[in-house]
């Protein structure tokens, strides 16, 4: 079993900036990726970022490149989202994923294990 812990969400005017923490405990070994999804109220759940474990190769959905940038500490079993530029379409709850197999790295159903998520509101 893996255990992701979301921390860093928030409230925040637009054109701001938040960092999002995941962390992650139990069997991280065979991590492959990791990701961010976002679900806003009525919304389906849709794909933010992700980043391979081993050698860090990153992904994004349009709507968010440029502003966000994913990161990740091996030593930690950490992954980061910082988040620039904020609109208030970026509202939503944000999960962090993890992805144990090789395969599509932009799809919600590959990943195998989901944090609680943590909410992001930006105001306008």
């Known amino acids: 079993q893996v255990q992701l812990v979301e921390s860093g969400g928030g409230l925040v005017q637009a054109g701001g900036s938040l960092r999002l923490s995941c962390a992650a405990s139990g069997r991280t070994f065979s991590n492959y990726a990791m990701g961010w999804f976002r679900q806003a109220p009525g919304k389906e759940r849709e794909f933010v970022a992700a980043?391979?474990?081993?050698?860090?190769?990153?992904y994004y959905a349009d709507s968010v490149k440029g502003r966000f940038t994913i990161s990740r500490d091996n030593a930690k079993n950490t992954e980061y989202l910082q988040m620039n530029s904020l609109k208030p379409e970026d509202t939503a709850v944000y999960y962090c994923?993890?992805?144990?197999?090789?395969?599509?790295?932009?799809?919600?159903?590959?990943?195998?294990?989901w944090g609680q998520g943590t909410q992001v509101t930006v105001s306008s």
């Open positions: 980043i391979r474990w081993s050698g860090g190769s990153t």
């Open positions: 994923a993890t992805k144990s197999s090789y395969g599509l790295i932009r799809i919600d159903n590959a990943y195998d294990y």
